[in-house]
């Protein structure tokens, strides 16, 4: 029972063009979004993160949208680099349940970015 | 200032065999979790470890069992080993004064191969 879905396996945007990764998740206890990069070879890292009371959370390039009664969150990178390329995973959390929450991840998309 | 580091980074074990991974967490970080990726899926949480307990697990067997160290260092042990056992090993360190779930940093894996 996959919680946390991404859809889409991959996604291939021009330089400088706006990238649109979706995440759907079915729990609706989850209150808390991420979003995680992961390199070949290298660990996943942060990104950004939005919590269930907010819709929209921005981090210069980066824009997380969340639309909980779709269950449907986003994230947008505008412009798009080359060195965005990567694999992209969607991650939820049970915030209130303390620090260091366990993660539900979804499948990853990777995201190729075309100069 | 060194991340998470984990060791070894590949290994080959054949089925029924029983394997040992190690992590070291970032420095001042005394919270340890582990996670299972396997191929074109996202990391599964196996289980977090703080104060030399376990104090969350998931959905896997009693075969996957771990320890924390006075050091704060971990280890993942996996006895009788499945070929559905093979996979990438994701160790996370945090602090557990810390709050929010973003504050995990990963390490680049351990590829277990059970053939």
């Known amino acids: 029972d996959q919680q946390v879905k991404q859809n889409s396996p991959s996604l291939s945007v021009q330089e400088g063009r706006i990238s649109i990764l979706n995440c759907d998740y079915t729990?609706?206890?989850?209150?808390?979004f991420l979003w995680y990069k992961k390199y070949p070879a290298e660990g996943p890292t942060f990104l950004i993160s939005i919590s269930s009371i907010k819709d929209k959370n921005e981090d210069g390039r980066f824009t997380v949208f969340l639309n909980k009664s779709a269950k449907h969150l986003s994230l947008h990178i505008v412009p798009s680099q080359p060195g965005d390329s990567a694999v992209y995973f969607c991650?939820?959390?049970?915030?209130?349940?303390?620090?260091?929450?366990?993660?539900?991840f979804g499948k990853g998309i990777t995201l190729s970015v075309r100069p | 200032d060194a991340g998470v580091t984990q060791s070894p980074t590949h290994l080959i074990k054949t089925r029924g065999q029983q394997v040992t991974l190690r992590c070291s967490p970032k420095s001042g970080h005394d919270t340890v979790s582990w996670y299972q990726q396997a191929l074109g899926q996202g990391p599964q949480f196996i289980f977090q470890?703080?104060?030399?307990?376990?104090?969350q697990r998931g959905n896997f067997p009693d075969r996957f069992s771990g320890h924390q160290f006075p050091n704060y260092s971990s280890e993942l042990n996996v006895n009788a080993l499945l070929l559905g056992d093979s996979a990438l090993y994701l160790c996370?360190?945090?602090?557990?004064?810390?709050?929010?779930?973003?504050?995990?940093?990963f390490g680049a894996g351990s590829r277990l191969t059970v053939l």
């Open positions: 991650a939820a959390t049970l915030f209130n349940t303390g620090a260091n929450s366990k993660l539900t």
């Open positions: 470890y703080y104060e030399e307990e376990e104090r």
């Open positions: 729990n609706s206890m989850f209150d808390y």
């Open positions: 996370a360190s945090s602090r557990n004064e810390d709050s929010g779930a973003n504050v995990l940093t």
